[in-house]
């Protein structure tokens, strides 16, 4: 079974419908891989087209299908607005190792709602490496 760690350069996000009517809205982006779950930072007053810049690693086997990224509008003193959702299969990934930041749509209600740019690695994590400690693979140790 191959697993490892896949790491998402979160860009940004383009032509985003914006939830707040009267000003700029907040959006940050929920990142979930299976039961994994990040969260960027609030892009605050960027309103539809926020950018990040910011890296996320998840720890991965290929049974992991899809990355679910949702957008969201912060909001103080209400509950935060969704803006919309972009899925993105993770297939390619293991066997490419890594994927140039790519446009996906964001999409709420089967409607397109803007788009985002995600980048994608993933590094194996090699067999021989698992479970052994640094004194198993010849680590200097003192003697008392």
């Known amino acids: 079974m191959v697993q490892g760690t896949l790491e998402v350069l979160l860009v940004g996000a383009k032509g985003l419908e914006n939830t707040d009517y009267l000003c700029n809205m907040d959006p940050y982006a929920v990142l979930k891989c299976r039961s994994q779950e990040q969260k960027s930072s609030v892009a ?6 926020p950018e990040w810049n910011e890296t996320f690693m998840f720890s991965v086997t290929h049974n992991a299908t899809e990355l679910i990224i949702k957008l969201m509008d912060s909001d103080s ?3 935060d607005d969704f803006v919309g959702e ?3 299969s993770l297939e390619a990934i293991y066997t490419e190792g890594s994927i140039p930041p790519t446009v996906y ?3 709420k ?3 397109y ?3 985002i740019k995600v980048g994608l690695t993933f590094t194996p994590e090699d067999d021989r490496d698992r479970g052994l400690s640094e004194e198993d693979v010849g ?3 003192q003697s008392s």
Do not use: F
């Not at 605050?44 to 087209?49: N, P």
């Open 77 to 79: 003193g209400t509950d």
């Open 105 to 107: 749509n964001v999409v």
């Open 109 to 111: 209600d089967e409607e």
């Open 139 to 141: 680590g200097w140790k």
């Open 86 to 88: 972009a899925t993105i």
């Open 113 to 115: 709602r803007g788009e």
């Open 44 to 49: 605050s007053g960027k309103g539809s087209d």
